[in-house]
Structure formats: structure tokens, C-alpha cells
């Protein structure tokens, strides 16, 4: 009797292991279903350019793995000068300013750079940004404002745009070293020094 259960009990046990590795291996091998949702995973790193080795050489807009780039250019308004004629916006300095938006020659091939003027009319202040949709980070704006305005123009990997490569192509082909890896948050590799509180495994009053 105790042979003939033993017997039962193995057989059951090998029926589930073998349903188990059937179950395993279709999933494994199986396509996936066309309804399917990619879940990406949090990410700790982040690619990023160091303003202050980059060289505006223009390569991030042809080596990265996305099309178009996910560097962006983007103007500080805290440098910016707000002049009449941007380094970054129109080729022309000289150009009288209210043949900018008729006539000036634009720097950015893709006209990403905008000019918004709040104050003075033509000849007062103005608001420059690049519009991030035209924007595929060729870096000319940027190279312009950095050679003979307030450097108020740089480059940067939209976080929200990075596919977050392990290893990035455009860090690999700047020949500045320009594009460093910085934590997206505080990493903490339980390394750090904490305090044993015997209340929480214990209970209070052990």
C-alpha cells in the first residue's frame, strides 16, 4: 500500500514538472502576442554632454542610434542677451532688424531656432529657443552663440527622448570626450551606513 502511494505521489510529481517545463519553454519560444505591451524599466544612468568640453563638432546628430537625435540644443535665458540679431538665429549680424523675419538668412538649416519679441518692438527684446520637433542637434546655432555671443546656447540628451544604450554611439564617436554617464538619481548600492532598529524586526518593546 505505502509502495503502490509512493509510486502515485512520483508519478503526480513528474506529471507537474513536466507541465511546468512545458508551460516554460512555450513561453520562452513562443512569439509574443500582437497586443503586447513593452513595459521599459527604470533606469539609473543617464547619457549626458559636458558643456564644457563640447566642441560643437556636429556629430550628434548623425551617431546616434535615434532618427532624428535625441540631443536637442537649448538656450539658457539666464546667458542670453536677448539682442535684436542671435548669433544662433540669423548668419547676418548686420542686418537691419526688420528685415530678420523677411530676409534673414537663418543658421539653423532645419529653422528650429524661434524668436519671440516681448518687449520694444523691432528694434527691443527677444525670447530664443529652439523648437525641439525641427531640432536634430547639428549644433550650428550653438557653435555660433558659443564663438561670438554669451554662450548661452548648449547641447543636451533629452532624457525623455534617450533609448538609455549601454554603451552610447555618440560618446563613442566624440572625439572630445564630451558625453559622460550621471546617475538619473541617488544610487545606493546598500552600501552605505544604517542603523539597526531591533523595534522593527523584534517588535516594540523586545
Not at 537649448?74 to 523677411?102: F, L, Q, R, T
Not at 547639428?138 to 548661452?152: D, F, L, P, W, Y
Request: neutral net charge; hydrophobic residues 30%; aromatic residues 8%.
Amino acid at each position: 500500500m505505502k509502495h503502490s502511494r509512493r509510486n502515485h505521489l512520483k508519478g503526480a510529481g513528474n506529471l507537474l514538472g513536466a507541465a511546468v517545463l512545458g508551460a516554460t519553454t512555450w513561453r520562452l519560444f513562443s512569439p509574443p502576442a500582437e497586443d503586447a505591451e513593452f513595459i521599459a524599466q527604470g533606469r539609473r544612468f543617464a547619457w549626458q554632454i559636458d558643456p564644457d568640453k563640447c566642441q560643437y563638432c556636429g556629430l550628434c546628430a548623425t551617431t546616434c542610434v535615434r532618427k532624428p537625435s535625441a540631443v536637442k540644443a537649448v538656450n539658457d535665458p539666464k546667458k542670453c542677451s536677448n539682442c535684436v540679431v542671435c548669433y544662433g538665429h540669423i548668419s547676418d549680424s548686420h542686418i537691419e532688424s526688420e528685415k530678420i523675419d523677411s530676409e534673414g538668412a537663418r543658421v539653423c538649416p532645419y529653422d528650429a531656432v524661434t524668436r519671440i519679441n516681448f518687449s520694444g518692438g523691432p528694434d527691443g527684446m527677444f525670447l530664443y529657443a529652439q523648437d525641439p520637433k525641427n531640432c536634430v542637434g547639428c549644433a550650428k546655432c550653438v557653435k555660433r552663440c558659443n564663438e561670438h555671443g554669451t554662450q548661452s546656447m548648449f547641447l543636451m540628451i533629452r532624457p525623455d527622448l534617450c533609448l538609455g544604450c549601454n554603451e552610447c554611439s555618440i560618446a563613442v564617436a566624440c572625439p572630445y570626450d564630451a558625453i559622460e554617464r550621471i546617475p538619473r538619481e541617488p544610487v545606493d548600492d546598500y552600501r552605505g551606513d544604517y542603523l539597526f532598529d531591533s523595534t522593527y524586526y523584534m517588535g516594540e518593546g523586545a
